[in-house]
């Protein structure tokens, strides 16, 4: 079962501990992407996705993070259980991960070659990866796959420092990154939201464009609606360490079922016409304290007296469409 | 193309710099009220002879034209008669300031091998007991006045356990190698002769450190913070993403950027190093140029005062430059900027 | 932080009250975080301390008159005892009182340096980056000369000239001192210029003098607190270093430097002459430094050069 996806994620937890106490950020997350899919992760800041996404990279500082329950299978193998070791394999090499800021994600005082050097050099290392490259085919491969993210002048930006390239180029450069070494599983974290929104456009463009044509799986998480519209196929929406709805894109879009989700597309202003978009009262709860049962009931129009009992477990409406709401479940249609 | 545009325009501020130093000196030296040269010779010498000395040493002339006399002077290593001795200050100041030289440098290399280190540790392993230790050496180095440290030492060590001498660079008895650099370390390492070489390090180890106490506590505390704020750089954490190893992370990525904050203080350390000389130099009866200065200062000798403050402020120019460029040539960010 | 800037933007009258009221909230939070700091609350019950010895010198020091010219040749060179709790000088004088009085000294020395120096130097600096240009390299170049030579040999190469006494090396050390306060100023100047809130005053025809007041100046405060607490340990240390070279405090006031210097010649027998000026000193600077690194911490201050 483990390996029909390439990402799967089972009641995964994750706490934090801090000064207040133990932050329960994750409270049991399911998540999968499947081999070529193209799947977004949506919520407001502080729900969690940047979480979860370290979890799966590995990247998580584990004092003070600590993961009580879960699993996450990459290519049927449980990266919690992986040793740091095997862990350093498969970063860059089968999961590769593109940052939100770019400014910050290259290092200022290493030239863009240095840096990509490195990154290839280090990937061939490791006995699965095959072949031991020598400096030039390191270099030319370096300067493949920056024409490939469409850099004009490879040559001359390998010897730049990364304030010397424009917000777009850097982005460009950290997709190169994190395409080189041919990963077959790809997170994005809100890729391009430190730019300019037509620069943005484009970078996402060229993002879906390379995925497709390479057969990436990719995770794209972002706050962004909008973003997961244009370019995903299937849409996670996440709320406080939980996920709440789950359906193909169009099918989330046209008819969201839960009442955050609802929430959520409500509050997208309109360009033609009608009101004042709303937002949704209240605020992302302390993770130290979180609500009971449904995480969201203190904000939600339609709770009721179960929503903080029980926490509701993922419902499915219809094939590939699943809700976490009480209003949905038995329990639930037979209290209201 | 660009890193050279840096080095000029450095190095043109540098030339300024040093052009201000030597004007202030001139005037404050000229300030001194009562007439020097009546100083010297005595309250007992005649008329004659003060004017004489004066028009000797080009005082009667108006005071721009002293000031060009003296810089003409300098580049000819011609600093300007000295009263006390009655050489000139520029051998004078060849004479004293290898001591000096010496001191100062094994300060440097104090604050090397101890601040860099441990504000290292400090910032990665951030709250740890290590982390505590630093910052309390920290606040200790930069509280305790330099004098302090060289008498407290003096106190422990030399008259509690009786391991280290009091003062001086040698013992009386030990003989001296033969002088090519003026550093007693170096020339009796050239010389082969060790117990000269156990003894002066015996001699330097106690003031040298004085001095470097305050560098120390300034640099440890910055390399830490330095440290501590990359590491919590996103671009550590992409590299580590990408699949680079901890250790080469470690090494490379986070060094690098780490050490540029504290090699733009190293100009000031050393300055502050300078200062602290003074004082330890007192202490330790060191024979070195700040002593020589000291009692320059406290004799009116104007021209070596001012020879020696020169030196003092071209010693400090050009280590500035050598860190600025430095710093220019391992940050990118700095040489890139100058230009915006 | 930027919020709490803007609440000094001096646009309209009428935000005077707001002003007042976002000042209050402000003290009110800062204030908070400091009694939570260890190192604020160590350091500055330290130099509270020091300054409450300081002003009641008189009346919390067993031999009040031995501050000046006394002598008692029949108690010199006591070690520490009950009547003389840190011993007695060279010429029977109580070490305690002295050294209690010697604060007093270096008190005042801090706050005549850095009250000439500070207001100078600030001023310099304003005028110098928001004016920009000419004026400003003028200022700055000035700035870089003075600040390229330790402050201890400026203010040596100073005090030369003149007789030592502790006013001439005061005045020599404020005279070196602006430099400091000017460049921090100029830079925190230089980048706020830009903002909007001081371009809104500018359109609104604000002289530049009031500019300078009531926008700019309010934004540099905290830094400026923050290094003049700093100030204070350095200015004592540097002022102590004078003393100790023979060229500040003169005997027989009780300057902490001198009292030391004339220790050293008496090591180690009389060690104590030493020892408690020394450690007097030490714990002075050290509680400024702890204060000012609270205050650091606390209000949030990144300008450079601090």
């Known amino acids: 079962m483990g390996d029909q996806y390439m990402l799967e994620i089972r009641n995964l937890h994750v706490h934090f501990r801090v000064y207040e106490g133990v932050s329960r950020v994750l409270d049991g997350v399911f998540l999968h992407v499947g081999k070529g899919e193209r799947v977004g992760l949506a919520g407001e800041t502080g729900c969690g996705k940047t979480v979860t996404m370290k979890t799966v990279m590995g990247i998580l500082k584990i004092p003070p993070a600590i993961i009580p329950h879960g699993e996450v299978f990459l290519n049927g193998r449980d990266v919690l259980r992986m040793s740091s070791k095997e862990l350093l394999q498969i970063k860059g090499t089968e999961i590769s991960m593109i940052f939100q800021d770019p400014m910050n994600a290259l290092n200022p005082v290493f030239t863009i070659g240095e840096q990509l050097y490195d990154v290839i050099r280090f990937a061939q290392r490791h006995p699965d990866n095959g072949e031991n490259l020598s400096k030039k085919e390191i270099h030319d491969r370096a300067i493949a796959v920056l024409e490939e993210v469409r850099l004009p002048d490879p040559e001359r930006i390998m010897n730049n420092y990364s304030l010397e390239l424009s917000g777009g180029m850097r982005q460009r450069v950290l997709i190169a990154m994190a395409l080189v070494n041919e990963p077959s599983f790809l997170i994005a974290d809100e890729p391009g939201t430190a730019l300019d929104v037509t620069i943005q456009a484009q970078i996402l463009g060229l993002l879906s464009e390379l995925v497709r044509t390479k057969g990436i799986s990719i995770l794209l998480i972002t706050h962004n609606l909008g973003v997961i519209q244009e370019t995903m196929e299937r849409v996670y929406i996440m709320y406080a360490g939980q996920v709440v709805e789950i359906a193909p894109t169009s099918v989330l879009f046209e008819n969201p079922k839960h009442p955050y989700s609802q929430g959520l597309f409500a509050s997208v202003p309109h360009l033609t016409g009608g009101e004042i978009a709303e937002g949704i009262p209240g605020t992302v709860p302390d993770y130290t304290a979180a609500p009971s049962g449904c995480r969201f009931h203190p904000r939600c129009d339609y709770a009721m007296p179960i929503c903080s009992q029980k926490k509701p477990p993922l419902i499915m409406l219809k094939p590939a469409h699943y809700v976490a709401c009480h209003l949905y479940t038995e329990q639930g249609v037979q209290n209201e | ?340 | ?306």
Request: charged share 15%; net charge positive; glycine share 10%.
């Open chain 3, 1 to 306: 932080m930027e919020a709490n800037q803007r609440a000094f933007s001096s646009v309209g009258s009428e935000t005077t009250i707001t002003r007042w009221i976002a000042l209050k909230d402000r003290v009110g939070r800062d204030w908070y975080r400091f009694r939570r700091n260890p190192i604020s609350l160590a350091g500055s019950s330290m130099v509270l301390l020091v300054i409450l010895l300081a002003i009641l010198a008189p009346y919390v020091t067993p031999y009040p008159q031995h501050a000046g010219a006394f002598t008692d040749f029949s108690s010199t060179f006591q070690p520490p005892s009950r009547s003389y709790w840190f011993g007695t000088d060279e010429v029977g004088r109580d070490l305690f009182t002295r050294v209690i009085f010697g604060y007093r000294i270096s008190l005042m020395m801090a706050a005549v340096v850095l009250g000439i120096s500070v207001p100078f130097g600030v001023f310099l600096g304003l005028v110098a980056g928001y004016f920009g240009g000419r004026i400003e390299t003028i200022i700055m170049r000035i700035t870089d000369v003075f600040l390229a030579l330790p402050a201890l040999v400026m203010a040596l190469a100073i005090c030369a000239a003149f007789t030592p006494t502790i006013e001439k090396a005061m005045l020599a050390v404020a005279s070196i001192w602006w430099t400091w306060h000017c460049r921090l100023v100029n830079g925190i100047t230089r980048s706020i210029k830009t903002e909007e809130f001081v371009q809104a005053s500018q359109v609104t025809g604000s002289s530049h003098l009031r500019i300078l007041f009531k926008d700019i100046l309010p934004n540099c405060a905290s830094a400026i607190m923050v290094k003049i607490t700093l100030d204070a340990g350095f200015v004592i240390l540097v002022g102590a270093g004078l003393s100790f070279l023979g060229l500040g405090v003169q005997p027989p006031k009780p300057g902490l430097g001198t009292m030391i210097s004339y220790g050293a010649q008496h090591l180690p027998m009389k060690w104590w002459l030493t020892v408690f000026p020394s450690f007097a000193i030490f714990f002075l600077i050290l509680g400024f430094n702890l204060l000012g690194d609270g205050l650091r911490d606390m209000l949030d201050v990144e300008a450079e050069g601090i």
């Open chain 2, 1 to 340: 193309m660009k890193f050279s545009y840096f080095l000029i325009e450095r190095f043109l501020h540098s030339i300024l710099v040093l052009l201000g130093i030597s004007i202030l000196i001139f005037i404050i030296a000229r300030m001194l009220p009562g007439d020097p040269a009546r100083l010297a010779l005595g309250p007992f010498a005649a008329k004659e002879q003060v004017e004489h000395l004066r028009h000797e040493m080009g005082m009667d002339k108006p005071f721009h034209l002293q000031y060009v006399a003296y810089i003409r002077g300098i580049f000819h290593s011609d600093l300007g008669l000295s009263f006390q001795t009655r050489r000139n200050v520029s051998l004078d100041i060849a004479h004293y300031l290898p001591a000096t030289i010496e001191l100062v440098m094994m300060a440097i290399v104090w604050v090397l091998v101890i601040g860099v280190p441990l504000g290292v540790l400090a910032g990665r392993y951030k709250d740890s007991w290590l982390d505590n230790i630093s910052r309390v050496v920290a606040f200790i180095g930069v509280a305790v006045p330099p004098f302090v440290v060289g008498l407290i030492g003096q106190l422990i060590f030399s008259y509690g356990l009786g391991v280290l001498p009091t003062t001086g660079r040698l013992s009386l008895l030990t003989s001296m190698p033969p002088t090519r650099t003026g550093l007693l370390i170096l020339d009796s390492l050239i010389a082969g002769n060790f117990s000269a070489l156990g003894d002066a390090l015996r001699h330097i180890l106690l003031p040298s450190f004085a001095v470097a106490l305050t560098g120390i506590g300034q640099i440890t505390r910055l390399t830490r913070g330095s440290v501590s704020d990359v590491l919590g750089k996103d671009y550590i954490e992409a590299a580590r993403a990408f699949g680079i190893p901890n250790r080469y992370v470690t090494f490379k990525y986070m060094l690098k950027p780490s050490f540029i904050p504290p090699l733009t203080i190293l100009g000031l350390t050393f300055a502050s190093e300078l200062g602290n000389a003074f004082l330890v130099e007192q202490v330790f009866g060191w024979p070195g140029m700040a002593k020589y200065g000291i009692r320059a200062i406290l004799r009116k000798d104007f021209n070596a005062i001012m020879g020696v403050v020169l030196i003092i402020g071209l010693a400090f120019v050009v280590v500035n430059f050598i860190v600025d460029v430095l710093a220019g040539y391992v940050d990118p960010r700095i040489r890139i900027r100058e230009e915006g």
